[in-house]
């Protein structure tokens, strides 16, 4: 920040009151009143300077820790020495020290001159000059061990020698601390190590055998590290051809690293391929390979899969009987596939030399159109007449995809074969509806006349109906009455299938067999008959089905009468007469039974 000198002036009373307050703060009247023109103003100010007090009190600060470095060092070397050489005056140092503190301590409580800060600086150059005794004579006190001090030059100018023991001391210091940062660094270089993701081998550069190896490098191969530092390269590696063997060590020497895809072999003798990140470097003071590699089986099945898709893609390409081709940003044709090539004549290879686009619609009119269909991006088909090489016009469909990168793909078929057809077809729908019209004319004429003799029809039918209703009506009244002289007849009557199953009854006879006339129905008319006479019965049905007679009294088997036997009751003679029952064909479908 710049600043600028300004000069005023101001009342006495105002000089006494600056004054007043720069004794109490202790700061100078430059800063005092920057401050409160700062405040007025309300505008930031540059940190305030130092005073004499606070630049003293920062110095002895600095003053303090660099005895208690000077303490450790002088300690140190003395421990090594055993005494012998150089001694160090312990507790004259410490007393020194306390002096400093002392001092220090008086000086931040009291305002100190000039003259008194060159009397302090004395002091402590005569009391430091006590602490180091060299075979009994006083040591001079190295510049290097009290550097910080030096900066009091401000107050005295001080100088100083540089003893032989204090360069000693300084550098075992210096040496302790680098022995550290290197130990710190090998710690963190032995974590990246064993931690490394990537397997890590150490080889000597002359032997190829494993020095060294971390654990996901053993582990890999399925090994333990012990197992592994027993092999060489070539146990872990799969063999590799001489001259690429030499290429890669040659590059390796000459550049210092190099990378480049191999495969590792494991324990059960499995190839993994991998990725080698080689380069030289100096092992325990051998020159040795150090090898980051990396499992790439995953990436290498990809890139498989990758080309086996690829393969795919182009095949389809190259053989789909589609015309496809790609076009950039301003339509011009970048790429085409072999079916178009086939359909409109020009190659891949002639593209780059013509307006292929031109080539294909030369009428401006048309290609202007053609251009603006194609920045239009319609996903919808759209039918052009392209020319072809030959001259021929082809009439072809397009739709068209936009790719994120700008770029479209267009794709095509020849559809002059449809076109014809299409045109075919309309010819035929056309001849087609010349003729069904004037078929249809005919028909609806012939229809027309059917129409009527149906309506003709349905009238008689309508009539011949009312007379068969009529007719029904007698039929249902005649059946009703004689239904009714069945089921009141004063004699049994029954009717029978070929079998003899009772299928009609009327009231005397269900009253003869004592049941209900319900019961009587499906039942077979051998259950009415005593069992030593049922098989003569069944065989006299048999008989009766086979002479088709009309009328025919029953035989019984033992006299003139058949016996039967009621649902409840005792066995009785009854005569019987049986007249077949025949339908339209003639056959006997039943039998008639009248009992008395």
Not at 112 to 127: C, L, Q, T
Not at 208 to 232: I, K, V
Not at 498 to 524: D, H, R, S
Request: proline content about 3%; charged content about 25%; overall charge negative.
């Amino acid at each position: 920040m710049t600043s600028h000198k300004v000069t005023f002036c101001c009342s006495d009373k105002l000089a006494q009151a600056i004054k007043t307050r720069v004794k109490a703060s202790g700061i100078d009247e430059n800063t005092l009143i920057t401050e409160v023109l700062a405040s007025a103003f309300e505008v930031s100010t540059p940190s305030p300077v130092l005073n004499k007090e606070e630049k003293l009190e920062q110095q002895l600060l600095d003053f303090e820790a660099q005895g208690t470095l000077l303490l450790e060092i002088l300690t140190k070397l003395c421990q090594e020495n055993n005494g012998e050489g150089y001694s160090l005056g312990l507790n004259a140092f410490t007393s020194f020290l306390t002096k400093v503190i002392a001092k220090f301590q008086i000086l931040s409580n009291q305002n100190i001159s000039k003259s008194s800060e060159v009397a302090i600086v004395g002091k402590i150059k005569e009391d430091f000059s006590e602490v180091a005794v060299a075979n009994g004579q006083k040591a001079r006190v190295p510049s290097q061990a009290v550097s910080n001090w030096n900066n009091l030059n401000y107050i005295d100018k001080i100088h100083s020698n540089i003893d032989q023991f204090a360069s000693h001391a300084i550098q075992l210091i210096e040496n302790q601390q680098l022995k550290q940062e290197l130990c710190e660094l090998e710690e963190k270089y032995r974590n990246l190590f064993e931690l490394a993701d990537d397997s890590i081998f150490i080889i000597d550069s002359e032997s190829h055998r494993l020095l060294n190896s971390n654990w996901n490098g053993a582990r890999r191969l399925g090994y333990t590290r012990a197992e592994l530092l027993e092999l060489s390269l070539e146990n872990i590696g799969v063999p590799i051809a001489t001259k690429r063997q030499q290429a890669i060590l040659h590059e390796l020497h000459n550049n210092g690293n190099i990378i480049f895809e191999h495969a590792c072999r494991h324990k059960n003798g499995a190839e993994m391929p991998v990725e080698i990140s080689a380069q030289m470097i100096e092992y325990e003071r051998i020159l040795a390979y150090q090898f980051l590699v990396r499992d790439i089986s995953k990436r290498k099945q990809a890139e498989t899969e990758f080309k086996r898709h690829q393969e795919i893609l182009q095949t389809i390409f190259d053989h789909i009987p589609i015309m496809i081709c790609f076009w950039d940003a301003d339509g011009k044709i970048q790429l085409i596939n072999r079916e178009m090539e086939r359909v409109l004549g020009w190659s891949f290879a002639e593209i780059p030399n013509i307006d292929i686009l031109a080539e294909y619609y030369p009428h401006p009119e048309y290609y202007q159109m053609v251009l603006e269909w194609m920045h239009a991006q319609t996903p919808e088909w759209q039918d052009f007449q392209t020319k072809a090489r030959n001259g021929q016009i082809i009439d072809t469909s397009w739709t068209n995809i936009r790719l994120s990168d700008g770029t479209s793909i267009g794709i095509g078929q020849d559809i002059t074969k449809r076109k014809q057809i299409e045109n075919d077809l309309r010819q035929a729908h056309d001849q087609l509806e010349k003729r069904s019209t004037s078929e249809l004319s005919r028909v609806n004429k012939q229809l027309q006349q059917a129409l009527e003799e149906l309506q003709v029809t349905e009238e008689e039918l309508r009539v011949s109906n009312e007379e068969i209703g009529k007719n029904y009506q007698e039929i249902q009244t005649q059946l009703s009455y004689y239904q009714n002289l069945f089921n009141f007849a004063p004699a049994s009557y029954l009717v029978t299938d070929t079998q003899g199953v009772i299928q009609e009854a009327n009231q005397v006879a269900a009253e003869m067999f004592c049941c209900e006339l319900k019961f009587l129905i499906g039942k077979p008319l051998r259950l009415f008959i005593p069992s030593p006479e049922r098989r003569a019965f069944i065989n006299q049905l048999k008989q009766l089905h086979q002479h088709n007679c009309q009328e025919i009294p029953l035989q019984p088997i033992h006299s003139c009468q058949l016996n039967l036997k009621p649902h409840k009751g005792d066995t009785f003679p009854v005569m019987i007469k049986v007249k077949a029952k025949k339908n339209k064909q003639e056959l006997v479908v039943g039998f008639c039974w009248l009992m008395y």
